[in-house]
């Protein structure tokens, strides 16, 4: 089977998406009776074409972005050519500009991978719906991160029979260096107190506002790993709250395992359904820590299960927040049983090599 895959950019652009992407690729260009191949864009700059870890890599050319979009005339010209050398044509969405190219591309070949509706973007979201649904309806097959996607979304909720439910996975090896790393961290951010991880991008669907007030009522320590746009504010808050002990923001690190084995418990707070799945809670759960994050009505909550593996509260509420983080702080028995199922279910169902297994069956079924 030959398959290209379509998304806005890829690695080495880093992200949940592109994660799902790159592990896609690679897994397929390992498999000797498999072709792999990825269309991008470029974040800006002329068209390139590459081969990275086994997987041809064709970028388009781009003048640069708007609205969170590729400036690109020559994303239509090369996916008109490539598109007629694949028998399998993956598209991740969101990804609006790839709506525009759909209809040229026959029904049995389109897989949209949806990975989270258009929650912001109110303008953009009016233009492009239309053509999103209409894409959806040509697809042979839509393929989502969980079972919530399929029901709660207005859209998918409209093309049920041809979703199938394809979580993602990831593999994390966790040894011995990450051991006596993890011990430092702890010397350094949690000594003599809970030490409580949040990862990810500084953006306002983190909800790390509301971790950040949070913590004026838990006696712990909170660590948030991450850059981005919201970062000023939230280290005022911290300021405005005198929280300059019990809350302490890094930027991103090249090896995030040691600080998942530091923490106590993973917190993931975020507020809108743009968040669909969250990766990081896999590398938690492989730590085995006990997760606190919110109900969603997306993979969100599937992944961490409230009373499995964690616990979940109503977003945008830093009271609830709170509890939950007391919860498990005040009772260390149940935040490591909580934390052993997790990591029980990762290896159950969240390994890469599950994730491969499945997308082949369903490709191969469907």
């Not at 592109?18 to 068209?47: D, H, M, P, Y």
């Not at 990275?52 to 400036?71: D, E, F, T």
């Not at 897989?111 to 233009?127: C, F, M, P, T």
């Not at 979703?163 to 996975?169: D, E, F, I, M, S």
């Amino acid at each position: 089977m030959k398959i290209l895959q379509i998304n806005k950019l890829y690695y080495p652009v880093i992200g949940g998406i592109e994660t799902v992407v790159q592990n896609i690729a690679e897994g397929f260009s390992e498999q000797s009776s498999n072709e792999s191949a990825v269309l991008a864009c470029q974040e800006k700059g002329a068209r390139s074409e590459e081969i990275i870890n086994g997987v041809r890599v064709y970028r388009a050319a781009s003048l640069g972005k708007a609205l969170g979009m590729p400036l690109s005339l020559d994303f239509f010209r090369l996916s008109r050519r490539l598109c007629l050398q694949y028998d399998r044509i993956i598209i991740h969405y969101p990804f609006p500009l790839a709506a525009l190219i759909c209809p040229f591309i026959p029904k049995h070949k389109l897989v949209i991978y949806y990975h989270a509706d258009i929650v912001r973007q109110k303008i953009s979201k009016i233009l492009v719906m239309p053509l999103i649904k209409a894409s959806l309806k040509r697809a042979g097959l839509i393929l989502t991160s969980g079972n919530n996607l399929i029901k709660h979304s207005p859209l998918l909720s409209q093309f049920a029979d041809k979703c199938r439910a394809l979580p993602y996975g990831i593999d994390i090896d966790y040894n011995e260096n990450d051991q006596a790393e993890a011990q430092l961290i702890k010397e350094k951010y949690g000594r003599h107190k809970t030490l409580i991880l949040a990862v990810g991008r500084l953006v306002y669907y983190k909800g790390l506002s509301y971790a950040v007030k949070a913590m004026t009522e838990v006696k712990a320590k909170l660590l948030i790993i991450g850059t981005g746009p919201e970062e000023k504010s939230l280290r005022q808050l911290i300021k405005n709250n005198n929280l300059e002990d019990k809350v302490t923001i890094i930027s991103p690190q090249a090896r995030l395992h040691p600080f998942f084995l530091a923490a106590d418990i993973f917190l993931f707070p975020s507020t809108a359904k743009s968040e669909a799945f969250g990766l990081v809670q896999l590398e938690a759960m492989a730590a085995g820590k006990a997760i606190v994050n919110t109900y969603l009505q997306t993979s969100v909550e599937e992944v961490g299960q409230d009373g499995i593996n964690g616990l979940s509260v109503t977003p945008a509420d830093s009271q609830a927040l709170a509890r939950a983080l007391n919860t498990l702080i005040s009772d260390p028995e149940l935040r490591n049983n909580l934390g052993a199922k997790g990591q029980a279910r990762y290896q159950q169902y969240y390994t890469l090599t599950h994730f491969r297994q499945r997308l082949q069956e369903v490709l191969d079924n469907n």
